[in-house]
């Protein structure tokens, strides 16, 4: 199943909420600063990170519904493991520390968004992530929003982007930019594919399986391309890949946990086909796909 779009907002709120993380990173003094300072930015908004050593969101919930009051409210009963808490009333954070720090980096900003967003901490003190928040199966608008002001701070404005356009249109220059700006590998490929100005697009998918009639195949997880991939051959609406498909060949396989650059063909609109070149990583999470046409393809 292709995951829902976690993160549309009409551009009216998506302003908004840019304007509110913007006005963070230069209360933060951050503004264009790679990696975050992340210390300074939560400072900035008076928040503070619990020890790692505190995390156990039972005994946090406890404390809260001893405390009474509405501040036991929340959003909404998270479904599953919860891997964030903001406690708006105690001004803290709490995350699992069992998260990759990219994911820690993230989530700690999704939190810093549902405080700093005045109608959100308005209406609730306590908000509890799981990882249906985080990529909600429900798409909710408070979500939705704490999820574009955590990109938006994490790559700190268009930096990414700049940086990116710089840089040879290639899966190297993910990979650079992921360890300068210390985001995951999975927000930071999207990040790529959204923003760049060439024509490019990238998918997420799950590991491969076995099914009874079909054989191996590789569920769409998600694909995000640039607007001139867009414009050129559309969105693209495979939910599966499976051998015979035109990015079968890019998938690791037997046991292997890269791609090298791999050239295959794609339509576009008009009927016109394009030779395209693609490479994957599979992280063992999920397989990271990167493809461009293939003369625009450079090696760095
Ligand atoms: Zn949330």
């Given at each position: 199943m292709m995951r829902p779009d976690d993160s549309s907002l009409s551009s009216g709120e998506l302003l908004k909420v840019e304007t509110i993380a913007t006005n963070l990173l230069h209360r933060s003094d951050a503004w264009g600063a790679v990696p975050l300072p992340l210390g300074d930015v939560l400072a900035a908004a008076k928040l503070?990170?619990?020890?790692?050593?505190v995390f156990d969101p039972r005994s946090i919930k406890a404390y809260i519904a001893v405390k009474g009051t509405q501040v036991a409210k929340t959003i909404k009963s998270a479904i599953g493991k919860i891997?964030?808490?903001l406690d708006a009333s105690e001004e803290i954070i709490h995350i699992d520390?069992?998260?990759t720090p990219g994911k820690q980096l993230f989530l700690t900003l999704h939190e810093t968004g549902h405080f700093e967003l005045p109608h959100q901490r308005k209406l609730f003190r306590f908000f509890e992530d799981s990882e249906q928040e985080l990529?909600?199966?429900i798409a909710d608008q408070f979500e939705r929003e704490a999820n574009n002001f955590a990109r938006f701070v994490m790559f700190n404005g268009?930096?990414?982007?700049?940086?990116a356009a710089d840089m040879p249109l290639a899966f190297a220059s993910i990979k650079k930019l992921q360890s300068q700006f210390k985001t995951s590998m999975y927000a930071s490929i999207r990040e790529y594919a959204r923003t760049h100005h060439q024509v490019c697009f990238v998918?997420?998918?799950e590991p491969t399986e076995v099914r009874s009639a079909l054989g191996i195949c590789a569920p769409v997880r998600r694909v995000e391309v640039s607007p001139s991939y867009e414009r050129m051959f559309g969105r693209p609406q495979t939910t599966l890949i499976t051998p015979g498909h035109a990015l079968w060949p890019l998938i690791p396989l037997g046991g292997r946990r890269v791609t090298r650059p791999t050239t295959f063909i794609l339509t576009d609109l008009n009927g016109d086909q394009h030779e395209f070149i693609g490479e994957a990583l599979d992280t063992t999470f999920n397989i990271l796909l990167f493809a461009c046409p293939k003369?625009?393809?450079r090696t760095s």
């Open positions: 503070k990170l619990a020890p790692y050593s891997f964030g808490i520390d069992s998260l990529e909600p199966s268009d930096a990414f982007k700049q940086r998918a997420a998918l003369k625009a393809f």
